[in-house]
């Protein structure tokens, strides 16, 4: 009808009305310009040929509008590949959100983190200051939570009981023998979201440097101990080495000190912001797909929010997981669950993370474990139960330009050894 329209130069009416300037008939097709019209029965072939190589909605939509056009193509476009379940499992990894900081703590050993390591079949534990940055290095004849206990019982007697300890979801720490230690001991244990060690930032900080003393110290025949001395005692970025922090005292390391006043009091330099936009929160009901070591395979309806960043998430086999937000992607898809609420299994992967056997390797947990007592995410802790997530303040804007720290040129103030060619 539209090309009998254009032959006998009647007018257009519907959605071609628009492009009517644009549209010719040549040799028996309906051209826009340059591009041939695709009528409705052949558009479902069109668009199955452009998402061959399942590339994304950009490269398809420019690839398309080259060749060919009909009212809505693009938007028919992305609702194929928003369908797509290869393109689904198979997307890119979210995007980094910016670092939620912890307030520094006031006083050394209030906060610490806990995490094991391994070098040359040996299993370490390592325990880290937030505020001194003082490591405490245990060797481990097992990974049982006893044994972790133990180690942890003897460092707590040489520096006192820390009101935080954060760890990860390993066994050791989210046995029922741990939650007990912790409630004898009278410290909160916060942990981070499953298969997301960067939100325990802290204790992987601490198996960072201790894993590298360990191998420098290997490689070279010398003496580890030694080498976690020289640590312990080299200044920081604020001037005090992490033994001043921590004991108020320098320790003697071998070299000639004939230091007798204290330095400066230390200060934590401040972090920058970043320019990473967070993602936006997840209300309970909304459809996901969750992250796994195959990609975005799983369907899965969110439950509750946990922590600033964690969720508790339902499968459709009726499942319940908990997961960053990180690992977590929305869809429009349709939500179908097997189970009625009440046949949830509750906590059977939720609480699953990377462990670390004997060889080093990461491996999953195959049972189900009590959750730990606390979490973290990566964010500040929860100190009580507070108000629900939906009263909860947003997050702080980004600092704008216009809002940075200013300083005065330097050729403002007087300064002998100034050089304004150098500038």
């Not at 050394?108 to 806990?114: D, L, Q, S």
Request: glycine share 6%.
């Amino acid at each position: 009808r539209v090309m009998e329209a254009l032959l006998y130069h009647q007018p257009l009416i519907g959605q071609y009305k628009s492009y009517a300037s644009e549209l010719s008939v040549i040799g028996g097709l309906l051209f826009k310009g340059t591009k041939v019209v695709i009528p409705k029965v052949l558009r479902p072939e069109m668009l199955r040929k452009l998402h061959a190589g399942h590339l994304g909605i950009n490269k398809s939509k420019a690839k398309a509008r080259r060749l060919m056009f009909w009212p809505g193509m693009s938007q028919e476009i992305r609702d194929m590949i928003d369908r797509c379940e290869t393109c689904k499992v198979n997307s890119y990894a979210q995007p980094e959100e910016p670092l939620l900081m912890r307030p520094s703590p006031a006083s050394p050993w209030t906060r610490v983190g806990a995490d094991l390591c391994q070098h040359a079949g040996k299993t370490y534990l390592v325990v880290y200051d937030a505020h001194s940055n003082y490591p405490e290095v245990e060797q481990l004849e097992s990974t049982t939570a006893p044994v972790v206990i133990s180690k942890l019982s003897s460092i707590f007697a040489r520096h006192g009981i820390p009101l935080e300890v954060l760890t990860d979801n390993g066994p050791q720490f989210s046995s029922r023998e741990f939650a007990t230690f912790a409630a004898d001991y009278d410290f909160r244990h916060i942990t981070s979201s499953p298969r997301f060690p960067r939100s325990n930032g802290l204790a992987e900080k601490g198996v960072k440097i201790i894993k590298r003393i360990l191998k420098k110290t290997c490689s070279a025949g010398g003496d580890f101990y030694q080498g976690l001395l020289n640590y312990k005692t080299s200044p920081l970025e604020c001037g005090q080495s992490p033994s001043e922090l921590l004991m108020g005292r320098r320790l003697r390391c071998g070299l000639p000190d004939f230091t007798t006043s204290p330095g400066d009091p230390p200060t934590k330099r401040m972090q920058r912001r970043t320019t990473r936009g967070a993602l936006p929160g997840l209300r309970p009901g909304s459809v996901v797909r969750m992250k796994s070591d195959k990609g975005w395979t799983t369907k899965a309806k969110v439950k509750d929010q946990v922590a600033p960043r964690s969720y508790k998430v339902v499968t459709e086999d009726g499942v319940e997981y908990r997961r960053n937000r990180q690992h977590l992607r929305t869809t429009p898809e349709a939500f179908n669950i097997d189970r009625h609420p009440e046949e949830w299994t509750t906590t059977r992967a939720a609480q699953e993370s990377p462990t670390k056997d004997s060889s080093g390797e990461t491996s999953m947990e195959s049972e189900p474990r009590d959750p730990p007592p606390q979490d973290q995410d990566g964010s500040q802790p929860n100190l009580d139960l507070g108000p629900p997530v939906s009263a909860r303040a947003p997050d702080p804007p980004p600092v704008r330009h216009s809002g940075r720290t200013r300083r005065a040129p330097r050729r403002l103030s007087y300064d002998c050894n100034f050089d304004q060619e150098k500038c």
